[in-house]
C-alpha cells in the first residue's frame, strides 16, 4: 500500500466508517424506545447524526429553503426526525393536528422541550402540567379581558403614534427593525408597565436577544453555547427587573390609572387569595417577553407587506376605516369599535394564513400514542406544523392557496367545523396573547392607511421562516405623511 493510500484509509475511510456506525447505532437505539405492546410501525424518517441529530441540517436548509417543506414531499404528513436534543414526529394532516390538540390535556403532560422548559421556568403557563394549567390560565387571562384591552388599546395607540412619527425622519427604513423596535416598546409599557428608567436598555436588549435565540439552538449548557448564553442572559434580566417586580408585588393592590398586562394578573391573584412570589412574577414576565415579541414582529411586519403589495385591498381598508369615522391615531376610538372593521378582520386573518409567525405546537408525549397508522412512544416530542396545515387546507385550490385574498373569508361556508386555519394553535392552550396582538394589529391598520401612504423598496422580498416568518431584507420601505 503507497503513502496516499494508506492515509486514505488511516484519515478518511477508517473515520467515515466509524461514523456511520456510529449513525446507525444512534439510529438502532431510538428505534428500540418503539413501545412493544402496541402494533404499530414508528413513523418513516431519519434520526440524522449521534448528539445533534438533524439540528444542523435543518437550520442550514431552513436558511436557504424550507426544511419541513422537503421532509413532508418525501415521507408524507407524519415523519420522525430528531431537533432539539430530542427525537420528534412532525404531523401536519388538518384531522391529526386537529384531533392530537383538542385532546391535549389526555394526551399529554405538559407543553414544550427542554430549551422552553428551562428558559421559561417552571411557572410559566406554557410549562404548567395539566393539572394546574386550567386555574393558572384564567388568572393568566386577566391581562386580556375587555377592561384590560380597553385599556391596552389607549396605550398602544399612543406608541403606534409616536413610534411611526420617526419613520418620516428618515429616507427609508427597514419595516422589520422599525416594528421590533415598537413591540419592544410596547411588551414593556403596555403588558409589563416596566418604567424605562428602571432598567439599562441596551444591556436589556442585548440580553433579550441571547435569551430569544437560545429557544432555537441545541440545549447544551456551556459558557459558550447559544443556550447556555440564554440561561445567562435570563438571570441578567432578572437582576435588572427585580426592583420592578418587588415594586409591583408591593403595589399591586393600588392599582395606578394605566395598569399593565402584569398588574392585572397579579390583581387576578389577589382576587383569589393567592400569594405570589418573586419568581412565578418573573416567568411570568420571561413568558411575556418572550411569547409577546417575536411573534407580533413578524405579524405586524406581515400586514405592511401585504398591504403594500395589494394597493386595492389597502384602499379598501382605508375606505373601510373612513366610513367607521376614524380619522387617523388621534382619533377617538376604542377597543370596541376597532372590533367594527369587519373586512380588515379578513385581511388580518389572510395575513396569518399565508404568514403564520409560529412554526408549529410542540408537545412531549408521556404515554404511546397512535396518529395515522404509526405510534408515537412516550417521550418524545410531538410538533404539530401551523404553516403545514395552512398549506394543505383543500378549501381552495393549490394555486389559490398561493394568493393574498382576504375575500375568501366572506364567501366561505361556514358549514362544518374545519382545521385549517390554526395561527394561534388549538385546544386548551390556544393562544393567550391573541387579543392583544388583534388590537395592534389593527391601531397599525389605522396608522398605514390613515395617517401614512407608504411604499415597499423591494415588493417581493425573500421569505425565511426559521425562527419566525420574516422577509430576508427586513422590508425596506418609504413612508410619507398623509395631510
Ligand atoms: C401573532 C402573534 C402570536 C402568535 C401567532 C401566537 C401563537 C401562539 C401559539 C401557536 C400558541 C400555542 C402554543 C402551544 O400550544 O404550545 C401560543 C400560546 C401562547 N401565547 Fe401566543 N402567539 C402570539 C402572540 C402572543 C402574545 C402577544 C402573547 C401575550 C402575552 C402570547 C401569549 C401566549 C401564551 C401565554 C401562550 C401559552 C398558552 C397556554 O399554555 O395556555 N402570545 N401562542
Sequence with gaps: ????????????????????????????????????????????????WPIIGNTINFIIRSKKGNYYKEMYDTYGPVYKTHLFGKPMVRVCGEKMVANLLNNDY????????????????????????????????????????????????????????????????????????????????????????VPQNIIDLPQFQSDFKDYVAAFFGLPINLPNTVFGKGLRARESMRKMLR??????????????????????????????????????????????????????????????MFLGQNPKILEKVRQEIDDLG??????????????????????????????????AVVRQTHKTIQVGNYQIPKGWLIACGIGDVHDNDDRWSETDRAKFNPDRWRNLEKTTARYGYIPYGLGPRLCAGRAYVDVFQRILAVGITKDYD??????????KRFPVYHPEDLLPTRYYKRD
Excluded at 384564567?138 to 388599546?153: G, K
Excluded at 403595589?251 to 387576578?268: P, Y
Excluded at 415597499?456 to 421569505?463: H, S, T
Aim: glycine residues 2%; charged residues 20%; contains cysteine.
Design 326 to 359: 376614524i380619522k387617523d391615531l388621534s382619533s377617538d376610538f376604542n377597543y370596541k369599535k376597532l372590533q367594527e372593521l369587519t373586512y380588515l378582520s379578513d385581511v388580518i386573518k389572510e395575513t396569518l394564513r399565508l404568514a403564520p409567525p409560529a412554526g
Design 243 to 304: 426592583p420592578h417586580i418587588r415594586e409591583i408585588i408591593s403595589n399591586s393592590v393600588n392599582k395606578d390609572s394605566t395598569s399593565s398586562g402584569l398588574r392585572f394578573i397579579l390583581s387576578a391573584h389577589e382576587d383569589q387569595k393567592h400569594e405570589v412570589t418573586e419568581t412565578e412574577i418573573f416567568d411570568s414576565v420571561m413568558e411575556i417577553l418572550f411569547t409577546a415579541h417575536i411573534t407580533v414582529v413578524s405579524s405586524l411586519t406581515s400586514l405592511v
Design 106 to 193: 389526555d394526551n399529554f403532560q405538559k407543553s414544550w422541550m427542554k430549551t422552553v422548559q428551562d428558559l421559561l421556568g417552571p411557572f410559566a403557563l406554557t410549562n404548567s402540567p395539566v393539572q394546574f394549567h386550567k386555574d393558572k390560565r384564567r388568572i393568566f387571562m386577566h391581562a386580556f379581558a375587555p377592561n384590560a384591552l380597553e385599556e391596552h388599546c389607549s396605550q398602544i395607540k399612543r406608541i403606534v403614534k409616536r413610534d411611526m412619527s420617526d419613520w418620516t425622519k428618515v429616507h427609508q427604513i427597514n419595516t422589520h427593525t422599525a416594528i421590533d423596535k415598537m413591540a419592544y416598546h410596547a411588551v414593556c409599557e403596555v403588558l409589563l408597565g
Design 454 to 463: 407608504y411604499e415597499l423598496v423591494n415588493p417581493n422580498p425573500n421569505i
Design 1 to 48: 500500500m503507497d503513502c496516499f493510500t494508506s492515509g486514505l484509509v488511516n484519515y478518511v475511510a477508517i473515520p467515515a466508517a466509524l461514523l456511520y456506525l456510529a449513525k446507525y447505532l444512534w439510529k438502532v437505539y431510538f428505534d428500540s424506545s418503539k413501545d412493544a405492546s402496541v402494533n404499530l410501525p414508528l413513523p418513516p424518517g431519519t434520526y440524522g
